[in-house]
Structures are given as structure tokens and as C-alpha cells.
Nanobody
Framework: QVQLVESGGGLVQPGGSLRLSCAAS????????MGWYRQAPGKQRELVAT???????NYADSVKRRFTISRDNAKNTVYLQMNSLQPEDTAVYFC???????????????WGQGTQVTVSS
């Protein structure tokens, strides 16, 4: 059974950095896109950054030049390096992956359980 497990959230002061990790496991045939979304209290979930299987990346304008997404295909893991964090970055961050499971011939979207990132002094 496919699952995504996130780690690396926490409390950080404005201007600080955090690194999120998300490992996919369990009956995976192939992974296409991987990425991160976030949801702040009272707001809709929004895209933060995604990376395709060829390594191409896409970022929300609000995080460009501050956040960097990367992936290790051998480990089925995606990372999000977050620098110059600001209070408006406070949210629950969700890992996302588009995966073709071994037992199916279809691409499915999977989500992690979310990890809290709080930026506060």
C-alpha cells in the first residue's frame, strides 16, 4: 500500500530555515510528479512547489528565490529547502506524489498526512 511520510516541520524564527522531507513507499511501480502544497488556517490549500520526473520544477511566486525543491529518485523522496522563512509561510505542508502502483495500471494522486511549519518570534 502506497504511503507518503513527511518529516522536518517545526517552529522557526523569521528569517530562519527548515528542510522538509517526504518519502514514498509501498508497492510503487513508478512516480511522476512530486511536490509540496500548504494550507494556512482559514485558507485553501495552495501549491508551493512541484518537480517532474525529469527534474523540472515549478514554484509559487511567493516562494521563488527562497524555497528549493529537489528529489532523489533512488529513494523515492522529495525535499523542500525553505530559507528566509516569514510568518506568512506558517501552514500545514502536505507532500504530494503522482504514482502508478504495482497493482494498478493507473496513475493516482497520493498525499502525506501534513507537517506543521510555524514561523514566529
Amino acid at each position: 500500500q502506497v504511503q507518503l511520510v513527511e518529516s522536518g516541520g517545526g517552529l522557526v524564527q523569521p528569517g530562519g530555515s527548515l528542510r522538509l522531507s517526504c518519502a514514498a513507499s509501498g508497492g510503487i511501480f513508478r512516480i511522476n510528479a512530486m511536490g509540496w502544497y500548504r494550507q494556512a488556517p482559514g485558507k485553501q490549500r495552495e501549491l508551493v512547489a512541484t518537480t517532474a520526473s525529469d527534474g523540472s520544477t515549478n514554484y509559487a511566486d511567493s516562494v521563488k528565490r527562497r524555497f528549493t525543491i529537489s528529489r532523489d529518485n533512488a529513494k523515492n523522496t522529495v525535499y523542500l529547502q525553505m530559507n528566509s522563512l516569514q510568518p506568512e509561510d506558517t501552514a500545514v505542508y502536505f507532500c504530494y506524489a503522482r504514482i502508478k502502483p504495482v497493482v494498478l495500471q493507473s496513475w493516482l494522486d497520493y498525499w502525506g498526512q501534513g507537517t506543521q511549519v510555524t514561523v514566529s518570534s
